[in-house]
């Protein structure tokens, strides 16, 4: 496999790169990719076998299981991060080790189920929020430690679309590798 395909695989539709001007609609079109990111991603796994979600998207990468929980786990930590920003001046984030939270047993082994109702709960609820925010909302940051940078919710908002667009073309791409579709 050349870099470039591998580099594919890893970031099917790009890594993420912070636009410089965020639009009204920019912003619109990233809260509704957030908001329908639950309907899309069970519209994608709810009839795998676990054969299927236990099958790595790349060589050396996350199993389909995997990634479902990852998004249930990181959603949980944007949600909690926007509501930081919101009632806290500048909060410095708790980042957590994602790679290895991916390892724990529930992640790796547990039915997707749960996971899915996470996502659905976490983003009917942050989609609220988000709905809901004004102007000088937008303008309001946390730190990330591990980055030493700091991100407004405007740019949080379209990174977490980024997000759920990134794991869900992971697992499109290889259901369409495999056949699957």
Known sequence: MTEEEFYKLRF?????????????????ECINDIESFPDRIKKEVIHLSDHQLDTEYRPNGWTIRQVIHHCADSHMNALI?????????????KPYMEHLWAELIDTKSMP?????????GVHERWTILLKSLHPDDLKKSYIHPEYNKEYTLLEAIT?????????????????????WD
């Not at 890594?15 to 639009?23: A, C, D, L, T």
């Not at 997707?112 to 659905?120: E, G, R, Y």
């Open 112 to 120: 997707i189920k749960p996971a899915l109702n996470i996502i659905d």
């Open 81 to 93: 991060r926007f509501k930081l920003s919101l009632t806290e001046n500048k909060p410095t984030i």
């Open 12 to 28: 099917p539709i790009g890594e993420f790169v912070i636009p410089e001007n965020i639009s009204a609609a920019m912003q619109i």
């Open 159 to 179: 990174l977490y679309a980024w997000h759920c667009n990134h794991h869900l073309a992971h697992i499109t791409e290889l259901k369409k590798r495999k056949g």
